[in-house]
């Protein structure tokens, strides 16, 4: 059964007269959350813009200082030879190899038996020595077959692995091989048989790479040349004797093509976004909700003229606008020209790098940007912080005033039903009276 407010029971007064005056009580608390609502959604839409300012950050990062702009790659005139991966800061230019030789690992194989796993091989100790690690000697038990003979072999942890092959050559078609985990002449492998049936061939005797880099002998243990050059790794993937390799190391105008669009896409995104909150909505004939938020156009003018203010007086181009990167005067948007920007890094990739990065004289744009942006930000002062920080304090404060004046209503509505509900007991009272009158009275003149 539902709660009856006043005036219900007794009828004397409609209660929707009770309701409305309660109704008028919520107002200021519905005022209160109204304008919570309003702040909330101006947090949310600032938040946007706190979020493409840090990808418009990121973007910065690949651009703002020479190791991160400089993108290079390695091209190999016969890449099936030799290649090779740029790791770090290094110096362009071109270079000559000649593989003479890949490093091998030293493998051994013994002489052959009719099975794996039936007949036996004997027993005793393999001693397998190492000229880089100490002996190991396997321990080869009575009724060993080749599998067994493997399984010992590769859980002695001894730098070597071992496999049964079948060569399908009858009669004694299964061989088992021995393989040093390491190649080069320090990783070679002797092995003792002892009293075992087991005889072993030296296979493939270990050995260094040998390479000649710009008519200069160099070897290593394995095929990968990492400090040949610093920042490259060169690979050897197969020996070809009197071919001579070209291998340059020289700049990646595509992958440098993309981290300047990326930066270009985020810095128009946040543009957008500035230009937009102040388009007046033909239905509701308002701009957007930041409008009125002075620290956009802080944004704007702290981003603009990191660009505008840009002039470098060291090289081939001294603006942006030379490369193919201009700004349309009206939207404020950052326009690139592709062909004109790639053409531009095929023909003087320094140049062009200068007009990004810091360097002993200059600030280029993306650090001149990186620092506006590290201003903005700033925990302190930084206006995004400083902003962010306003509207959530003024939501706590909403709360507070929304908690307060919902317990006022509460009380004041609390009162209004107790006045009324003791008007209509007076009421009840008077008209009870009433009909009691009215019904003496009545009876008498009858």
């Not at 493409?52 to 703002?64: E, H, P, Q, R, T």
């Not at 000649?98 to 007949?119: I, M, Q, S």
């Not at 061939?201 to 610093?230: A, M």
């Not at 490259?232 to 093509?257: C, L, W």
Request: glycine share 8%; net charge negative.
């Amino acid at each position: 059964m539902g709660i009856r407010g006043p005036g219900s029971m007794s009828g004397l007064f409609d209660p929707k007269i009770v309701q409305q005056i309660l109704e008028l009580e919520k107002i200021p608390v519905d005022t209160a959350e109204k304008r919570k609502e309003a702040v909330v959604t101006e947090k949310e839409e600032f938040s946007k813009l706190q979020d493409l300012v840090s990808g418009l950050d990121a973007s910065l990062n690949a651009i703002k200082s020479k190791p991160s702009f400089y993108k290079l790659k390695i091209e190999s005139s016969h890449p099936d030879i030799i290649d090779g991966v740029v790791t770090g800061p290094t110096l362009t230019g071109t270079y000559e190899f000649e593989v003479r030789g890949l490093a091998k690992a030293e493998k051994e194989l013994a002489y052959g038996f009719p099975d794996k796993d039936e007949t036996e091989v004997g027993f005793g100790f393999m001693l397998i020595e190492r000229e880089d690690m100490d002996d190991f000697e396997v321990v080869i038990e009575p009724d060993s077959t080749l599998r067994d003979v493997v399984q010992a072999i590769n859980d002695s942890d001894a730098g070597v692995k071992a496999m049964v092959i079948n060569t399908k050559y009858k009669p004694d078609s299964y061989r088992l091989l021995v393989i040093s985990e390491e190649s080069g002449k320090e990783a070679k492998v002797y092995i003792d048989e002892d009293t075992t049936f087991l005889e072993f061939k030296e296979q493939v005797s270990g050995r260094n790479l040998d390479v000649l880099f710009e008519d200069v002998p160099v070897t290593d243990e394995d095929n990968d040349l990492e400090e040949l050059i610093d920042g490259v790794v060169f690979n050897a993937k197969r020996s070809e004797p009197g071919t001579r390799v070209q291998v340059t190391v020289g700049y990646d105008v595509d992958a440098t093509m993309e981290t300047i669009q990326e930066w270009v896409n985020k810095y128009n995104e946040i543009a957008e976004f500035i230009n937009g909150q102040f388009v007046v909505n033909p239905s509701t004939k308002k701009a957007g909700v930041l409008s009125g938020d002075q620290s956009l156009k802080t944004v704007q003018r702290l981003l603009q003229s990191s660009i505008s203010t840009a002039t470098y007086t060291g090289g081939k181009y001294s603006t942006l606008s030379e490369v193919g990167i201009t700004t349309d005067p009206k939207s404020g948007l950052l326009n690139m020209d592709e062909a004109k920007v790639r053409g531009a890094l095929a023909e003087d990739y320094e140049a062009v790098a200068n007009l990004f990065i810091r360097n002993r004289n200059y600030v280029g744009v993306g650090e001149r940007m990186a620092q506006a942006v590290r201003k903005l930000r700033d925990p302190g002062a930084g206006v995004l912080k400083s902003r962010s920080r306003g509207l959530d304090n003024i939501i706590k404060n909403q709360d507070k005033i929304i908690e307060r004046k919902k317990r006022t209503m509460e009380e004041r509505q609390e009162s209004i039903k107790q006045r009324f509900t003791s008007l209509e007991g007076r009421l009840a009272g008077l008209k009870a009276q009433g009909d009691f009158l009215t019904q003496k009275f009545g009876g008498a003149k009858k």
